[in-house]
């Protein structure tokens, strides 16, 4: 639904300042692009947040959230069909867009979440900036599981 909202909100400001049409004018397919760009990156970071806000099988939140896309924008296609509103393509684009739009913004999720387990459980703690190291007059251990440090300094 925040896509949703989102989307429109754009749609209004664009409207406002003159780089859309006013309402009810069709517009062209250079600007139907422009307006399928801006829906593909906030349903992308919409499916992000999905997946972050999700208490479990965050994907399968994600995915849920393109089908249900799918399915909008398939009535938009089916609303629009032969009405001139604009290039015909752009609506059908919207519905074929939304299910992998949603999976690129969870698995952007899934990623992200990875490298951070990776750099706190110590396979990959450069990444996080993180060493382990001893010394001969102090031995210091970084337990990065725990997240704590271990000073053995006698």
Same mark, same amino acid.
């Given at each position: 639904m925040a896509i949703v909202? =989102? !989307?429109? %909100?754009?749609?209004?400001?664009?409207?406002?300042v003159g780089v859309f049409p006013p309402w009810g004018v069709p517009i062209d397919d250079r600007l139907s692009l422009i307006a399928?760009?801006?829906?593909v990156v906030l349903s992308v970071g919409g499916a992000y =947040? !999905?997946? %972050?806000?999700?208490?479990?099988?965050p994907m399968k939140h994600a995915l849920i959230l393109g089908v249900m896309g799918t399915l909008m924008g398939l009535v938009?296609?089916?609303a629009t069909w032969g009405k001139g509103l604009g290039p015909a393509w752009y609506p059908i684009a919207l519905a074929v867009?939304?299910?992998?739009q949603c999976w690129a913004g969870g698995k952007l999720r899934d990623l992200q979440e990875s490298?951070?387990?990776r750099a706190y459980d110590g396979r990959d703690a450069a990444a996080a900036g993180m060493?382990?190291?001893?010394?001969?007059?102090?031995?210091?251990?970084?337990d990065l599981k725990a997240r704590s440090d271990s000073f053995d300094c006698r």
């Open positions: 909202v =989102l !989307t429109t %909100a754009v749609d209004v400001v664009l409207h406002s399928t760009s801006y829906r =947040l !999905t997946e %972050a806000l999700a208490p479990q099988r938009g296609v089916v867009l939304a299910l992998p490298a951070g387990r060493a382990s190291w001893t010394s001969p007059t102090c031995p210091l251990a970084f």
